[in-house]
């Protein structure tokens, strides 16, 4: 099946900072979305971008599909982004493989 | 409100003992999912449904068993085949458009071992 590696697994920074979080497939796929995990363990949807970029407020991502990788970008950081970061893919027309995740924490 | 509701926020089992996870959603989505969750770790797929009285495996549907008699609703049955059953349960909804197969997820189940 295939592959999704998310890096770095850990962030730790400082609030204000800028970061960026990778995500890794191993295959082409036909849809691929990010979730923020708040600390409480609820999903919330980013974005879904399986190719091209997107931008929502502070936050953007961009998928390049030929070269598999997706990039999501967190600007200004607060404390309230953070939580676990996951990409996750689907190939064909069933089911999302998920990423492990990045953790980010942000210092007041 | 619109959304997936998933029932109980946490529940205990007893070994031996089967548990049920409610899942609803009224969303009009045709799919519906089961995720697992453990500490530190990603989602892995237990059981999906893309219609009423349909589902098929994910990659760990081993000790788990559901049911999908109503579009609205999801139920996963924690059997005592499962030995580790410790773990976050999330159940998920999508519908298929022309912007693709969007996934929504309910806020979860933990479940412990007594």
């Known amino acids: 099946g295939i592959q999704v590696e998310q890096s770095p697994p850990d962030l730790i920074l400082q609030e204000g900072a800028n970061s960026t979080l990778r995500c890794n497939f191993s295959d082409s796929v036909n849809n691929l979305q990010w979730f923020h995990q708040n600390p409480w363990g609820q999903l919330i949807n980013l974005f879904y971008?399986?190719?091209g970029t997107k931008q929502n407020g502070r936050l953007s991502a961009t998928t390049v599909a030929t070269e598999r990788y997706s990039l999501l970008y967190i600007s200004s950081s607060q404390t309230t982004d953070s939580g676990v970061y996951f990409c996750?893919?689907?190939?064909?027309?069933?089911?999302?493989?998920f990423g492990t995740g990045t953790r980010l924490t942000i210092i007041p | 409100d619109g959304g997936i509701t998933q029932s109980p926020k946490y529940l205990f089992r007893k070994e031996g003992q089967n548990v049920t996870l409610s899942c609803e959603q009224n969303l009009n989505h045709d799919a519906m999912y089961w995720y697992r969750q453990d500490p530190g770790q990603g989602l892995r797929l237990i059981y999906y449904?893309?219609?009423?009285?349909?589902?098929q495996k994910g990659d760990i549907a081993e000790g788990y068993s559901v049911s999908r008699e109503k579009k609205e609703s999801f139920p996963l049955t924690v059997t005592s085949a499962q030995k580790n059953p410790t773990a976050f349960y999330l159940c998920?909804?999508?519908?298929?458009?022309?912007?693709?197969?969007?996934?929504?997820f309910g806020a979860g189940t933990r479940l412990s071992v007594l």
């Open positions: 971008i399986p190719s």
């Open positions: 449904s893309q219609i009423v009285n349909d589902f």
């Open positions: 998920a909804s999508s519908m298929r458009s022309d912007w693709g197969n969007i996934q929504y």
């Open positions: 996750a893919v689907e190939v064909g027309n069933e089911k999302l493989t």
